[in-house]
């Protein structure tokens, strides 16, 4: 079945250090995608990356595409609080109607 | 521009009792539409999703069911609410399945 393992759970790291979270799927993946859930809110599109090695940066988020495409990180420079919340990575599903699979987040907390 | 609504915000209802939620979609035409369960602190469980009117997959069983009576309504209900049933209600769509999902504000349910 559909598997996609993100790690860490939680992280917490002091304000103006660097945070990554990692996506590892079982399959090859057609693409990723990644969202942002602020405590309290509801999950935000971040990104879609669809190539081999892709790599797009939206000012201090560095999202990455594995090589074989089964694998994506999402890396954060120099935390701010404004950074607190869940990423979740999300895939699409390779049965029926082909929907989103989220993958079980990484909640991050920033200590200023 | 593209908007998405759901109410009410916030619920607390005791065991036993039905429950409707509403998600309504404007701004977009023949949306793929979407219902999730989060638990607190939890990931994202796809409950439903609908390619079009009275069109309505299940993704796992339970005391819930959605109906969608018009394009852009999309509509979460129990007749008997258990305790298990608590949780952050998010509505999603999206253009074509697998692609980039938007998601309402959600509702907090709280069964007592």
């Known amino acids: 079945g559909q598997q996609v393992m993100q790690i860490p759970q939680y992280q917490h790291v002091q304000e103006g250090e660097d945070f990554t979270t990692y996506c590892n799927s079982s399959?090859?993946?057609?693409?990723i995608q990644w969202y942002k859930q602020r405590p309290g809110g509801h999950p935000v599109f971040l990104i879609q990356?669809?190539?081999?090695?892709e790599v797009k940066k939206q000012k201090r988020l560095t999202f990455q595409f594995g090589e074989a495409k089964k694998n994506s990180s999402l890396h954060i420079t120099a935390t701010q609080t404004t950074d607190v919340g869940t990423y979740f990575c999300?895939?699409?599903?390779?049965?029926?109607?082909?929907?989103?699979?989220f993958g079980t987040g990484t909640r991050l907390t920033v200590i200023p | 521009s593209q908007t998405i609504h759901q109410w009410p915000a916030t619920l607390v209802q005791p065991v036993g009792s039905p429950l409707s939620l509403e998600c309504t979609v404007e701004?977009?035409?023949?949306?793929?539409l979407y219902w999730y369960r989060q638990a607190a602190g939890r990931g994202l469980q796809l409950l439903f999703y609908?390619?079009?009117?009275?069109?309505i997959s299940s993704e796992v069983p339970q005391n819930l069911s959605a109906s969608r009576p018009q394009d852009r309504q999309f509509i979460l209900s129990s007749k008997k609410l258990l305790l298990s049933d608590s949780g952050f209600y998010l509505c999603?769509?999206?253009?074509?399945?697998?692609?980039?999902?938007?998601f309402g504000p959600g509702t907090r349910l709280l069964v007592l």
């Open positions: 999603a769509w999206s253009v074509n399945f697998g692609e980039t999902q938007y």
């Open positions: 609908s390619v079009g009117i009275g069109q």
């Open positions: 999300a895939i699409p599903t390779q049965t029926g109607a082909n929907n989103l699979f």
């Open positions: 990356l669809v190539k081999s090695g």
């Open positions: 399959t090859t993946l057609s693409n």
């Open positions: 701004g977009t035409s023949n949306p793929n």
